[in-house]
């Protein structure tokens, strides 16, 4: 009997994991999957992407453009939606940096009038 049963559970095990394998070819790109231990299955996004970019978009609003700091702001939002607080950072930086950039720009065009 004891034989029988660790075979359906090899049998099981089996199962389970090229169910695994072949469920990750339908998640996006940069998503982890997880189990816990009551079998559920968790979805985990990677977020430097997000991160990298939101630190991209704070250069450009400082050298460039303070319109940079539009894509910034989401950038920061996408991912307090994933990792609730991280995206703080990033969004008040680019805020605080959009402000300085437009305000040292106003300065050079009232100055050379």
């Keep these: 009997m004891t034989d029988d049963n660790d075979n359906i559970n090899k ?7 090229e169910d695994q ?3 990750r070819h339908f998640f996006e790109f940069g998503e982890n999957i997880k189990r816990n231990n009551d079998t559920a299955v968790m979805v985990e996004k990677n977020s430097t ?3 990298i970019l939101g630190w991209i978009c704070a250069a450009l609003t400082v050298f460039i453009s303070p ?9 920061g939002v996408m991912l307090n939606r994933q990792i609730r607080g991280s995206g703080n950072i990033l969004i008040i930086t680019n805020t605080v940096l959009a ?3 437009f305000s ?10």
Aim: glycine content about 2%.
């Design 99 to 101: 402000l300085i950039s």
């Design 104 to 113: 040292f720009n106003l300065i050079y065009i009232l100055m050379t009038r």
């Design 11 to 17: 049998i099981i095990d089996e199962n389970d994991q």
């Design 21 to 23: 394998n072949d469920n």
């Design 49 to 51: 992407l997000f991160v």
């Design 67 to 75: 319109l940079f700091a539009i894509p910034g702001v989401v950038f």
